[in-house]
């Protein structure tokens, strides 16, 4: 089957740690995002990638890293920098870069800082 | 910048009537997409219909249909004969047709859809 895999479901940090959540699909898109999602808030866009080495800021990247090493593979690094990462975290894909193109969505990643 | 506005927050509907969500949008370009995803319990976003702002014809999708008016920036979805499964989050979102810039999407904060049997 087809899709896009994100691990973990549940994540749990101390304060002062840095967490990796994995994202990966083999739907063979060339595009890759991450969204942040917070109660009664929208989807933000944290950082986007459209080819494999390349990647762009969103909104709100500060606190954040990500590479794009291979095509089906975008981690998000959530550094201690980022001052209140307890969130909703979700993976996307497209087809490419075309505004047409449907994002798929990943389950998510719930991340709890204790 | 563009935003994009769901003013109600929470909506019920009866099982097998017919309900509509607003969304709002405010944008300067003339080209752009517009979309409505559902996100139920399990919290997988779920695209659920599309609109090009270019087509007149507001789209279809089996029981989903959308109002688009693009001159009011206005895009409304209206379910129906609603049934148990749509009960979910429904997200209004825009992304412009712009290969040059950020491709991303702008979310509206969502609408909690409640279906009572």
């Known amino acids: 089957d087809g899709g896009i895999t994100q691990s973990p479901k549940y994540l749990f940090r101390k304060e002062g740690q840095n967490v990796t959540l994995s994202c990966e699909q083999n739907l063979n898109h060339d595009a890759m995002y991450w969204y942040r999602q917070d109660p009664g808030q929208g989807l933000r866009l944290i950082y986007y990638?459209?080819?494999?080495?390349?990647?762009q800021k969103g909104d709100i990247a500060e606190g954040y890293s990500v590479s794009r090493e291979k095509k089906e593979s975008f981690p998000l690094t959530v550094t201690s920098a980022q001052k209140n990462p307890t969130a909703f975290y979700l993976c996307?894909?497209?087809?490419?870069?075309?505004?047409?193109?449907?994002?798929?969505f990943g389950p998510g990643t719930r991340l709890t800082v204790l | 910048a563009q935003t994009v506005t769901q003013s109600q927050p929470e909506m019920s509907v009866q099982e097998a009537e017919t309900v509509t969500l607003s969304c709002t949008y405010d944008?300067?370009?003339?080209?752009?997409?517009l979309f409505w995803y559902k996100q139920p319990p399990s919290r997988q976003m779920i695209l659920v219909i599309r609109q090009e702002a270019y087509k007149q014809q507001n789209a279809t999708e089996n029981r989903f249909s959308v109002n688009f008016q693009k001159a009011a920036k206005s895009f409304s979805l209206k379910i129906s004969d609603s049934q148990l499964g749509d009960a979910a989050m429904y997200f209004c979102?825009?992304?412009?047709?712009?290969?040059?810039?950020?491709?991303?999407?702008?979310f509206g904060k969502g609408m909690k859809l409640t279906v009572n049997p």
């Open positions: 979102a825009y992304r412009p047709q712009d290969w040059g810039g950020s491709e991303k999407l702008v």
């Open positions: 990638s459209q080819i494999v080495n390349d990647f």
């Open positions: 996307a894909s497209s087809e490419d870069r075309s505004s047409y193109n449907e994002q798929f």
């Open positions: 944008t300067s370009e003339s080209d752009y997409y």
